[in-house]
């Protein structure tokens, strides 16, 4: 193999001879170790490929020949796939197929091997390291191991006999949800026991014995003592099960994925069975698309997007020294709504310290703390919390009407409604009873959090913790440096977020920070569009082809109107030459709509009339403005300096609005398409950063 990739860590083989019981004679042990702990998984790059390859062609050599050739992974690993970090050393077609080439012919040495071969999975195994286990003849999986092909979810396909072996090992439809629809489902893992369940694994052992039960059953397999079924897969509904991809990849991309839509060609193809033949066959195909897919722009950026979320998020670019930050061992809550029970019950969950709502009406404190009691009950019934566990943090959460049960607290948060001259008043209460080394924390979503602390005696203990909805799912912390926040506020607010498992980025206080500013000049121009004229249905799918998750107005929806009006009013007052307040998104408002439509694709009758305007747009017209708009934001946004880089502007839209990898977030889609460069005049992004190479 003549590819390299410079910094590949490298994965190597290393072949033990082991002498079992029961069996008539050696089994040969590949383990495979990149000598790294856990937190730095084995990966398969050109080097590491070549290690299994040598490690292969010592078991063909050894004499006497061995009863059985088994494959295991250093502690807690399998393998994880691919060496994804030398994508960018594929320069060039030649180089991307070899590497997918390879590969296969690696691997395809065990499925081919006379000697039986078996996968011994003591832990996680992604990708292609799964795909290695399926070109084994059996596979054994720790309880605590996991597995999954998160390709399609990065723009790729398992491109190592994945889409061939696992339908004609399990059947298709449960391969469908395997390959496709569980990498769209945000990457979702099958456990040990769901794997054994499908067929994937043969036996599953205890982590404590694993290697040890493991043998003992191959010697048990080689010695004709173990059956091992292997049920015949049904091919009747093999175009009912296709059908079910195409509508999942529709649904969670709308089709703009080319990594899903190839993914779901080659599973068709599986159908022919996995005969030498067929078999050659499926493999040139998934040569064919892996070939691809890595010379195209949409992989680049989508590996640009793993890495932000994966590095980038963990070291949050900007934030002061870590020890600076102080301890909290209490949290207070001011407001007992559901955005204030959500918070609280993550709080309570992840720092498992004292969390205390306040609210003005001992109805709706009663209403907030029960909230918080309810979904700990409900954790500790699918058991996520043992009853030691939830009576324990039950206990932890209070609520009441005064705010000097904040007198203690570390930090106090306060998710009232928003209007400036409550908020700066609520501040001011909670000051007047705290420490003066506690954290006053904002979770508005776009009022000046500069203005709000500017009354008090101690603005710089201020910042801001966007949040968003639902508090529990979605990752994204933007934490927000007002004028006066000190570096140890601001060392608090970002030890605080890791320890809620949150990926903070650092944002400076301008009007409606990074994912909201976007999403509201993005809608701005979407109704815009509708009140010149264009049909409700022409806009809502315009921007298909970028792959949201959601459509325009079903992100409206989500967002509610009210609280779309009211940022979309504060980003008016702050730009009014970009953002508008629309008058159908009054009306909605004003008639207490939560939907433009009454029914799926219906447009709400008591909103006719909203696209009257006579200038209609086409959908390429309607999606040009939208990319536009978006461009010229992103432009003015690093000028102003609200982010460090562009780098935080697409994770964050990654992370906190859903935005898919293949896009770069957004910031590599409006420079492949040219956008960028039209609007401001320059690439958001080096060549090569999120593309392919000049």
């Known amino acids: 193999m003549t590819a390299v990739f410079e910094d590949e860590v490298v994965t190597r083989a290393l072949v033990r001879y082991l002498g079992v019981p029961g069996l008539a004679g050696e089994l040969a042990l590949i ?12 990966t398969f790059g050109p080097a590491g490929l070549a290690s299994l390859d040598a490690a292969l062609d010592d078991v063909a050599a050894h004499s006497p020949a061995p009863a059985a050739i088994a494959v295991t992974g250093k ?4 393998a994880v796939g691919a060496d994804l970090s030398g994508v960018p050393a594929i320069t060039d077609g030649l180089t991307a197929r070899e590497i997918a080439e390879t590969g296969h012919r690696v691997f395809r040495r065990l499925a081919d091997s006379p000697i039986p071969t078996f996968a011994f999975v003591n832990g996680v195994a992604l990708g292609g390291g799964l795909e290695l286990a399926l070109h084994c003849r059996y596979r054994t999986m720790a309880t605590t191991a996991t597995v999954g092909f998160p390709e399609v979810f990065l723009g790729l396909v398992p491109g190592w006999g994945g889409t061939q072996l696992l339908p004609n090992l399990i059947g298709i439809d449960p391969a469908v949800t395997v390959i496709v629809e569980n990498a769209l489902a945000q990457n979702r893992m099958t456990s040990a026991r769901s794997a054994a369940s499908l067929g994937i694994a043969d036996a599953v052992f205890e982590p404590a014995d694993f290697l040890e039960r493991s043998l003992e059953w191959a010697a048990g397999v080689v010695a004709g003592d173990v059956a091992v079924p292997r049920p015949e897969v049904d091919r009747s509904r093999w175009d009912e099960a296709i059908d079910r991809a195409r509508g999942v990849v529709a649904a969670r991309t709308r089709n703009a994925s080319p990594g899903a839509l190839r993914a779901v060609q080659l599973l068709d193809l599986a159908r022919a069975g996995v005969g030498s033949e067929a078999l050659t066959a499926g493999i040139a195909a998934e040569d064919d698309a892996l070939t691809d897919l890595l010379m195209s722009d949409e992989l680049r950026a989508g590996l640009y997007a793993f890495d932000l979320v994966n590095k980038r998020a963990r070291r949050p670019a900007g934030a002061p020294d870590r020890a600076l930050a102080r301890k909290v061992t ?14 609280a019950l993550l709080f309570v969950r992840r720092l498992e310290v004292p969390v205390v709502l306040t609210d003005v009406e001992q109805a709706r404190v009663d209403k907030g703390v029960g909230y918080v009691h309810a979904e700990l009950e409900k954790l500790a019934a699918r058991g996520r919390l043992s009853a030691d566990g939830l009576n324990r943090l039950r206990g932890l959460v209070t609520g009441s009407l005064s705010k000097d049960v904040f007198a203690d607290a570390d930090l106090v948060v306060e998710a009232v409604f928003e209007e400036m001259s409550v908020k700066q008043q609520v501040f001011a209460e909670v000051e007047a009873v705290v420490s003066p080394e506690c954290v006053l924390a904002t979770n508005t979503s776009a009022l000046s959090v500069t203005e709000m602390a500017g009354k008090l005696e101690h603005p710089e203990r201020v910042v801001g913790l966007h949040f ?3 508090v529990a799912v979605l990752p994204l912390l933007e934490v927000v440096r007002a004028r006066q926040t000190d570096d140890a506020t601001l060392a608090t607010a970002f030890a605080v977020g890791k320890a809620l498992k949150k990926s903070c980025v650092l944002v400076a206080d301008a009007p409606a920070f990074v994912v909201n500013r976007l999403l509201t000049r993005f809608l701005g121009e979407i109704t815009a569009a509708v009140e010149q004229g264009t049909p409700v249905a022409v806009a809502d799918r315009a921007l298909d082809p970028l ?17 779309a009006l009211h940022v979309a009013e504060r980003m008016h007052e702050a730009f009014p030459d970009r953002f508008s307040v629309g008058e159908g998104l009054r009306r909605m408002v004003e008639l207490g709509k939560t939907s433009v439509y009454s029914a799926p694709g219906v447009v709400d009758p ?4 909203m696209d009257d305007g006579d200038s209609p747009l086409s959908e390429a017209e309607v999606r040009e403005r ?4 978006l461009a010229e934001e992103i432009g003015l946004m690093l000028d102003e300096g609200v982010v460090q880089a562009v780098q935080d502007i697409d994770l964050c839209m990654l992370l906190g609005a859903g935005w898919p990898f293949w896009l770069g977030g957004i910031s590599a889609h409006l420079d492949r398409t040219g956008v960028s460069e039209a609007v401001t005049g320059r690439r958001f992004l080096p060549r090569g950063v999120a593309s392919l190479p000049v």
């Open 330 to 343: 209490k949290v207070g809550v001011v407001g007992a709504g559901l955005m204030a029970s959500q918070l």
């Open 626 to 629: 939208a990319e536009r708009a």
């Open 75 to 78: 502690p807690f690993v399998f």
């Open 31 to 42: 383990t495979l170790d990149n000598g790294h702990d856990h937190t730095r998984p084995s």
């Open 468 to 470: 968003f909805n639902p």
């Open 547 to 563: 792959g949201l998750p959601m459509t325009p107005f079903e992100l409206l929806t989500l967002v509610g109107p009210p609280v």
């Open 606 to 609: 008591d909103l006719a009339g």
